[in-house]
């Protein structure tokens, strides 16, 4: 059976939004391992957000070739070229993303990036091996890679943010 074309091209805006959420998670990713080499004593992202609260690093700066600005329960970082990563963080350190940092992220991109909401949750829904939706618009990236296999670590959370804990080499 041929599908028509309105369902191609919801399949392929999909399949977009599904690449530009996945972007976004390699973003951050790329994001924390800068920082991480910059400042080799940081366990985790959200350690910035502990530094900046005790005043050992300003609230705003620079490291690892990003601009930083810590806010409330996260970060905001922008990369050499401009690209906009915000995450909140949970009490863990879990890092935390929704649909508006989504699309702060694809405003920032060189060529604007805007899904609609249906196709982001069509995305995330097909995501659902990788992300956790903790509540209806916030997620979870819950895989951890290990030197073997992936595993699925406890996503059970009482976050009433989207989460995302983001690929780390454990």
Known sequence: MR???SEGASRHQVSAARDFVLGFVGALGAARAAVRESMPSLDRLADLLVLARSGEISRRGEVGG???AVHG???RLASPNGIDIDVDFAADGTELFDFWR???FGRSLLTLVAPSAEDLRS???ELKDLLTEVRPGRLVHCVRVSSRRLRRPDVE?????IGVSVVQLT
């Open 102 to 104: 989504l699309r702060r």
């Open 3 to 5: 599908e028509s074309g």
């Open 123 to 125: 995305a995330v829904e």
């Open 73 to 75: 329960a996260g970060c």
């Open 66 to 68: 990003y601009s930083y």
């Open 157 to 161: 959370r009482k976050s009433d943010l």
